[in-house]
């Protein structure tokens, strides 16, 4: 059918795609434009920031078209990606390239590419392979008010995991080529019932299977219920890594705009699992204790979001945090107070989101046991001078982990499961959206202004919190935390205001201020 175009275009022109580029997580559009020149040998040449995947797209695209059975100019070629002072990196201009060219030759004979998004990796047979990123693809279709977007087969559930944007699976370049055409129809993927994928938080420990620790126990729903930041310190065996484990399983389920913010990170760096739209479980990231800087936080040559990032709107886990460097453990100050990550570099900075909650575990010592002597005093002391102050005035609440007296080891009753905890956090999640702004505001989010409006205390709960911020030398921060975690407890039991008992255990959960 196109054999008589084979070698030269009968008309040769500038074609027009439209794809995108990522700035951190943020989708920014791509201009795609592939101009066939009339004189001049045959050479092709892609400009725009390319890195080498990009560069070497034009063999992939070569192969793919004429192994599709379309021709392939044999002419100066130019493909330019704009804006041109943004880096692009990856194979996902493969397809808006091919489309392109063919768009050029008049092969595709349609306007129908104007009104949608392209992406995509070209196979050499034609076949359309999996990319990265693709549910930002949907979400600037969506802002941009264009029809939809056609992208690989494989991610096709992610991009639908987006509302009110017509997402078109392709499997080989010949579909794409037929449906511009309107020859071949390619129908567009149902919206995905996130409802029924975002109801609960997988399988994680049960709190009912830790024996004793009713009073750690509290504190952790205390934890869950505002958001706070959670440091358990005590002797190795006491049950803290698996307190750690069975939090997220007390954690209300994703809302459907928080899952799609950590599902848009995972895309990012391509680890939304196989044919499922979207990261249904709050995340859990648990780095070991030799992970670099770079890991936790982010960064390289091309800045990618690091395990804070990942734990976005989930948990981070620092199992024996005084193992970590201080330099690792440093860089985390500003993610704990900003709730994002900015990385600069020298052709600009990028900012990726790090809403997570912090939950750290320690032994009192580096050999794991209570200090019981002078000299074990002093080692404690040591120990617990790896974290700094500024860091630790960021946690909202420092637990004692005591060590399991036999009996409570054999005690066959089960203590407080998670199924209670979880349904008291829901409850208190439901009175701070109601009061906060928003299911996005647990009372971890609340400033200093908005805990006088919001939550105002009384007399006898100012005069008990002004004791302790001069006996304990507290910093302004550590107010702060103290009302914030107060409130928490105030709506645990039914949203009442704040009153002094609920200021004198938030105080409780300052051990740490007293050692440092």
Known sequence: MYGSCMGRYTQLMLAQVHSFVLQGIDPLTCEVEVDVAEAGLPKTT???LPDAAVKESIE????????????????????????????????????????????AGQ??????????????????????????????LAILCKKLGLDGVVV???????????????????????????????????????????????????????????????????????????????LMIGPAGTGKTMMAKALPGILPPLSREEALDVTRIYSTIGQVPKGQPL?????????????SSVAVVGGGAIPRPGEVSLAHHGVLFLDEMPEFSRAVLETLRQPLEDSHVTIARAHGSVRFPARFMLVAAMNPTPKGAAPNDE????????????????????????????????????DKRNGTSSAQMRDQVVKSR??????????????????????????PLDIQGQTLLKQAMTELGLSARAYDKIRRVALTIADLEGGKAIQAHHIAEAIQYRLLDRNV
């Open 152 to 230: 690989p087969v494989e991610n096709a559930n992610e991009a639908a995991a987006v509302d009110g944007v017509e997402v078109y699976p392709a499997d080989t370049l010949s579909s794409v080529v037929g449906f511009l055409n309107e020859q071949h129809e390619i129908e567009p993927l149902p919206d995905v019932d996130a409802d029924r994928l975002l109801n609960g938080n997988g399988v994680c420990a049960d709190f009912a299977d830790v024996r004793g620790q009713e009073a750690v126990k509290r504190a952790m729903l205390i934890a869950a219920a505002g958001g706070h930041n959670v």
């Open 107 to 136: 092969v595709v004979q349609t306007q129908k590419h104007k009104r949608l998004l392209f992406a995509g990796e070209l196979a050499l047979d034609g076949r359309v392979r999996a990319v990265s990123g693709v549910i930002n």
């Open 279 to 291: 990261i249904a479980a709050r995340p859990v990231r648990s780095p070991h204790h030799t992970a």
């Open 46 to 48: 892609i400009v725009g």
């Open 375 to 410: 000299a074990s005093q002093r080692q404690m002391d040591r120990y617990l001078s790896r974290i700094s102050g500024p860091l630790i005035d960021r946690v909202d609440i420092h637990v004692e982990v005591p060590p399991v007296p036999y009996r409570q080891l054999t």
């Open 430 to 455: 439901r009175i701070q959206s109601d009061r906060n702004g928003g299911p996005l505001r647990p009372n971890r989010t609340l400033t200093g202004r908005e805990l006088d409006k919001l939550a």
């Open 60 to 103: 992939r695209v070569r192969s793919a078209i004429i192994n599709s059975g379309y021709p392939f100019p044999m002419s100066r070629l130019l493909v330019n990606l704009a804006p041109a002072d943004i880096r692009k990196e990856g194979p996902i201009f493969d397809l808006p390239i091919a489309v392109g060219l063919l768009l």
